[in-house]
């Protein structure tokens, strides 16, 4: 059976997991289960994620967009950017025959280039240049496929979200590790259960103590109108007090550009 892993990014960055649940099978409903009760479990108390990142699975993208990603919820459904290119190069890259190394690492930096491209003035530039070289066949499928959905893996588009910096679920898939030591077929279910419950407990009083140490250190920096954020420090992870120090400066950049000269 398989096992999936929610993780989220805690007030210090770090990943924590959000919930565990074993599926029969990675089909719609079996994704649609764990997502309407992490929202009546979990999320009962507070408003739903902003964005939700996910590789392309039809399973669990399906139950998202049931479940979670409704205008009344309003979540966002943001594609992993790594698994969205190792699906562009096997169906396109990988079925070609590359005489010379040169021919292949073009290729795979123009890919790059539009997927991680930071300006929407430039979009249209970067995947273009991936267009014109690739074959007919291979462009269908990449204007077909990808290009409808760059607002939800592109970097252009995906910056402005609030997802907290992530672009792909390597974060998830780097907690698997230290999952898997108590998830091997040798391993009874209920004993996985009561392993997963101690990790849990574990991750929690790790949480609790490095929130703790992160609202006493540090200190704020001295600038205009800053009295209000001086209220939060002490109470605030450093982590949540940057995030708010730059939303502070875009908001006070962008309030100074549109005053009259």
């Known amino acids: 059976m398989p096992l999936v892993v929610v993780i989220g990014i805690d007030n210090c ?13 990675e089909v719609a409903i079996d994704y649609t289960f764990i997502f309407r009760h992490m929202k009546t479990m979990i999320f009962h108390e ?6 939700v990142l996910a590789d392309q699975g039809s399973g669990i993208q399906a139950a998202l967009h049931t479940g979670w990603t409704s205008d009344e919820d309003g979540v966002f459904a943001q594609l992993c ?3 969205c290119f190792q699906n562009i190069w096997k169906c ?23 997927l991680q491209c930071t300006d929407l003035a430039s979009l249209n530039q970067y995947h273009q240049q991936l267009l014109d070289i690739l074959l007919p066949s291979e462009r269908s499928y ?8 760059e607002r939800h893996v ?3 588009y995906t910056r402005k979200l609030p997802n907290l910096g992530s672009n792909s679920t390597q974060r998830n898939d780097g907690a698997n590790h230290s999952i898997k030591m108590f998830t091997h077929t040798k391993i009874q279910l209920n004993q996985t259960a009561r392993a997963i419950l101690q990790f849990i407990d574990f991750a929690e009083r790790d949480i609790e103590e490095r929130e703790s140490q992160s609202k006493m250190k540090g200190c704020l920096p001295t600038l205009p109108g800053m009295v209000s954020l001086r209220h939060l420090h002490g109470h605030i992870t450093q982590y949540a007090m940057h995030l708010l120090l730059r939303e502070w400066i875009h908001t006070m950049d962008s309030h100074l550009n549109w005053l009259p000269r």
């Open 92 to 114: 396109i890259f990988g079925q070609r025959t590359y005489s010379k190394m040169e021919e292949l690492d073009f290729i795979w930096d123009k890919g790059n280039a539009w």
């Open 142 to 149: 990449l204007l077909h496929n990808w290009i409808p959905k």
């Open 46 to 51: 507070c408003v739903l994620p902003r964005v």
């Open 13 to 25: 960055g770090a990943m924590f997991n959000i919930a565990f649940s074993f599926i029969r099978t």
């Open 81 to 83: 950017e790594w698994h």
């Open 154 to 156: 592109v970097q252009a």
